[in-house]
């Protein structure tokens, strides 16, 4: 990936959770990460409702049993796998995914500019 920049290494994101991080400096909007059976998805930290971010306490992404990621605000519930939201004001609507690789030293990186 080029014109990347990195955002944690992945052993930073516990299996079955979700991390919150700023975006680059001078960006507005953060990004949320969830590793799920060793894969880790990347979106922009901001519900299509009405562009709030998702969590209102730091890293509280997901729903109790860890299946969804949830948007504290308005309640909307969206797959990780594909951040598509499947109930809640913006059901139908998606996540922004934000296109994450992990290299071979367990680096996730992002491009540069993702959540600006």
Known sequence: MSDARALCRLDEIPEGKARGFPGPEGG?????????????FVYVNSCPHVGVPLEVMPDRFLDGPGRMIVCAVHGARFRIEDGFCVSGPCA?????????QVDSEGTVW???DAGT
């Open 28 to 40: 507005f909007i953060g990004l949320l990460a969830v590793r799920r059976a060793g894969r880790v």
């Open 92 to 100: 139908g609507d998606s996540l922004e995914v934000v296109e994450a």
């Open 110 to 112: 992002v491009p540069a």
